[in-house]
């Protein structure tokens, strides 16, 4: 599923209505999404095994009678439980009710431990409450009970669209949605808890699916496929120029090693040139641990700006190890100035916190071309004035920075979102624990501006180096160190450059 487009709760919400809109019954759509519950189950469960079904007041409910149905159908041991008197249910959860001629439990008479697997189809993707009352008392002894849970849509107590956990939520071995992944799926604490997540086409058809994404800007799970297009491919005529020539700034001497991972990885990312601009009392040092990656003096603001007088330099880094302060907000000032390829990381963010509209100012004086890597600490402090740290979710406060800065964002973490000033965005799952370790974000950082090199855009070179990053890491597993990441760049571009000729 790598590069597909995910769909926020109101904009599946939308695609049920076209579908029924366009003369396919709602109950039918319920009846094929109970059915692709009842499938996973089935995969879950001995022969004549025993399925415990949650059961809630509205269509999430509904998915799970049809499922019921199905399972006893089939041979297996069914109870259901209701949250709620039978009827009060309405619509085509009503309908699928009547379809269902077992008994129906009260939640408090649910007994998880006579269950082989317990199907939780309480709450869909849209609850907009905290759990609580009886609803949180079953899924807590269900939690107690230890049996394993598919969940439906999302666990109950999960935001479909920001992955937040609404009071309570029931962590899940897998989960079964329909038509796409929402956003939830994939950003953390939820994705944690969804287990593997199963996407069923439940008969919506293509008109509907279309209806529900012009209600979204973009989103995409990151993968290739979204980057394929722009990724860089060397022919016959390519060499050291024609693969650009990346700028990375060095801290001051004892502070050096943040810019050299950095440049490492530019390099092994695919740059033809790449240089680290020191400090004088630092070049030593730098010199000390460089070979394939050049080295030139550089003090000041002044300094920098003389050096960009290169214009074959189409990409520059500023931040890892370079100090916090006005002497490091003047060197970003010239760099955005210049107008090229350019990727704010670490020190340069902390320089400007309080003060993300100074940095914005700066990038569009300049036009340039820029990448900003915040974790979530250097997020706040930049953003701490502004509307994207508000309680909205990691997806919608990355485009709001993305906006308000005009630049590409990566807020980093374990569920990286990279987001667009014209709101464009994508999430990244592929990548591993292994990765929180000491310099690997400045690796990242080198990553991005050796594709910026290279001439690819920054969104999607933000994209491919985040999902090469994660890659990395996922090879190397225990044990990894910073500077493990670019050299197993050769083999990760080996794979992916496959991949994307198939």
């Given amino acids: 599923m790598d590069g597909a487009r ?13 579908a029924i809109a366009g003369g396919t019954p709602g109950i039918a759509l319920m009846r094929a999404a109970g059915a692709a519950v009842a499938e ?13 079904v949650l059961c809630g007041p509205g269509n999430n409910g509904g998915d799970g009678f049809v499922a019921a149905r199905l399972l006893a159908e089939a ?12 009827e009060a249910l309405s619509g085509d959860a009503a309908l699928a009710a009547v379809e269902w001629a077992g008994a129906v439990l009260g939640l408090a008479e649910a007994d998880p431990t006579r269950a082989d697997l317990v199907i939780d189809a309480l709450f869909g993707a849209g609850l907009s409450r905290d759990l609580d009352g ?46 796409a992944e929402k956003p939830g799926h994939l950003l953390q604490p939820g994705r944690g808890l969804c287990g593997c997540v199963h996407v069923a086409d439940i008969g919506t058809g293509p008109a509907a699916f279309a209806a529900g994404l012009a209600l979204d800007s973009p989103a995409f799970r990151n993968g290739p496929a979204l980057w394929n297009a722009f990724f860089p491919r060397l022919t016959e005529a390519s060499h050291k120029y024609t693969r650009g020539h990346a700028l990375v700034l060095s801290g001051p001497a004892t502070r050096t090693g943040a810019a050299r991972l950095a440049a490492r990885g530019a390099l092994r990312i695919g740059a033809g040139l790449v240089t680290v601009a020191s400090p004088e009392r630092a070049l030593a040092e730098n010199a000390a641990h460089l ?88 997020f706040a402090k930049l953003f701490a004035d502004t509307d994207a740290v508000a309680e909205v979710g990691k997806l919608e406060q990355a485009r709001r920075a993305a906006a308000q800065s005009g630049a590409v964002v990566v807020f980093k973490g374990p569920d990286t979102v990279v987001a667009a000033p014209d709101g464009r965005a994508a999430i990244n799952e592929h990548a591993t624990p292994w990765l929180g370790t000491a310099g690997s974000g400045d690796v990242l950082a080198g990553l991005i501006a050796g594709l910026l090199a290279q001439g690819m855009p920054p969104f999607e070179a933000a994209c491919a180096a985040a999902w090469l990053h994660g890659d990395a890491g996922l090879r190397h597993g225990p044990g990894l160190i910073a500077e493990d990441i670019p050299e197993l760049m050769p083999a990760v571009l080996a794979d992916v450059l496959e991949r994307l000729r198939g």
Avoid: W
Wanted: net charge negative.
């Fill in 40 to 52: 996973r189950a089935r995969t879950h469960l001995p022969m004549g095994g025993r399925v415990l």
């Fill in 134 to 179: 009886p609803a949180r008392l079953a899924l807590e002894g269900v939690r107690d009970s230890g049996r394993p849970v598919l969940a439906v849509d999302v666990p109950s107590g999960i935001d479909g669209d920001t992955g937040m956990v609404r009071g309570f939520a029931l962590p899940a071995v897998e989960t079964v949605t329909f038509v």
């Fill in 6 to 18: 995910l769909m926020t709760v109101a904009a599946m919400a939308a695609v049920d209505a076209a």
């Fill in 75 to 86: 041979g297996y041991g069914v109870d259901l439980a209701l949250l709620g008197p039978r």
């Fill in 291 to 378: 070979t394939a990656i050049m080295l030139r003096g550089c003090d000041s603001a002044d300094d920098l700006d003389d050096l960009l007088t290169d214009e074959r330099i189409n990409a520059i880094l500023a931040g890892p190890g370079l100090g916090v302060g006005e002497a490091t907000r003047d060197l970003v000032a010239v760099a955005a100035a210049a107008g090229r390829g350019l990727v704010l990381d670490a020190d340069a963010l902390t320089s400007f916190s309080k003060q993300a509209a100074l940095l914005a100012a700066h990038i569009a004086d300049g036009d340039a071309k820029a990448v900003l890597t915040p974790h979530a600490g250097e």
